[in-house]
């Protein structure tokens, strides 16, 4: 019976700490083939998105994890094909959580959510993430070398599309620089990276999958203000062209952003382009004014900044 105890508790240990992972977008690259939260609908066609046609709509989504925790309220927001909506607000105000409902990890209760125009329900899980790029906080990289990281993104790419892409993410040098260069291995049991060179990883992974759309989750850690003009660099570059929902910690970011949603307790509260919220002087404004004084790159939910 103990021989019997043991594995089965193991299983559920593990199927927890999966399911706790999934809070964490930086975890969903990995896990993404793992969880199965929404199914098909039975004969589900691919989402079908000619060129120029990956527009985003929020329309009324109101979600909660629980049935007795909402957490987003009648959200609606347009990302026009090609264009940046940014989200900035406290920690906890769910803007991960749009991020997640967008790549259907888990279905709305109410509203909808549209790529080009199709209901993410009524196509296939398999499209939907195939149309779909991820820059995570945190990117988690497999032990292996630096070229499997990157080719991840695009089985079956040659060498040269993985140095352009390494190129346009600015890690090529970099890379370049260890003594075994692309062959380097990296991860936990390899050549260790610091945040910034593992996110420009993620970038190359992204560039090379070339998805009409592209969710980022800037690090919430501050960086130094020459890291942080590095990767919002290497950000614009990566959005160019892109239908891009850029979940914000630091305001300086967000400046050119096509529209800026502030949230709170899962409401939109304000939005505008950067220039219309500062003349608002609402809340925006208050976290502008306040990033100002505390120095360029400071995150702009108070709650996540690290000590120096
Ligand atoms: P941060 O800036 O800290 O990343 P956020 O604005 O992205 O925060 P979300 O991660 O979207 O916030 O979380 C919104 C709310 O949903 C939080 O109250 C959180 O506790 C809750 N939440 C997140 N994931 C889950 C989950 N898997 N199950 C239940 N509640 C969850």
């Known amino acids: 019976m103990i021989q019997l105890y043991i594995p089965l508790n193991f299983l559920g240990v593990l199927y927890r700490e999966i399911k706790q992972s999934l809070t964490d977008l930086d975890k969903m690259f990995v896990l993404m083939e793992k969880e199965r939260e929404v199914a098909d609908k039975p004969g589900a066609a691919p989402l079908g998105l000619p060129p120029g046609q990956a527009t985003v709509r929020f329309e009324h989504v109101t979600f909660g994890y629980e049935p007795a925790r909402v957490i987003l309220h009648d959200v609606s927001f347009e990302i026009p094909a090609g264009k940046t909506v940014a989200v900035v607000g406290p920690s906890g105000s769910g803007k991960s959580t749009l991020a997640r409902l967008l790549y259907r990890f888990y279905d709305v209760q109410q509203g909808h959510i549209r790529i080009g125009g199709q209901d993410v329900r009524d196509v296939t899980q398999a499209s939907v993430r195939q149309a779909i790029g991820i820059v995570p906080q945190d990117t988690v990289l497999f032990n292996d070398t630096v070229e499997f990281n990157i080719a991840y993104g695009r089985p079956g790419a040659t060498r040269a ?11 090529h040098a970099f890379i370049e ?44 850690s501050a960086l130094d203000s020459a890291n942080e003009r590095a990767i919002q660099a290497e950000l614009k570059s990566a959005a160019q062209n892109k239908t891009t929902l850029l979940i914000a910690h630091r305001l300086s970011t967000v400046i050119d952003a096509h529209e800026i949603l502030v949230m709170e307790a899962g409401r939109v509260i304000e939005r505008g382009t950067h220039q219309q919220l500062l003349a608002r002087g609402g809340r925006y404004a208050q976290m502008w004014a306040l990033q100002q004084q505390s120095g360029e790159g400071e995150p702009a939910s108070p709650a996540r900044v690290v000590p120096a």
Do not use: W
């Open 161 to 171: 599309q993985v140095e352009e892409a390494a190129r346009s993410a600015r890690i």
């Open 177 to 220: 620089s260890t003594p075994r260069g692309y062959q380097t291995m990296v991860g936990e049991r390899g050549l260790k990276l610091s945040g910034g060179e593992k996110q420009r990883v993620a970038i190359a992974r992204t560039l090379l999958k070339n998805p009409p759309i592209l969710i980022f989750d800037e690090a919430t």
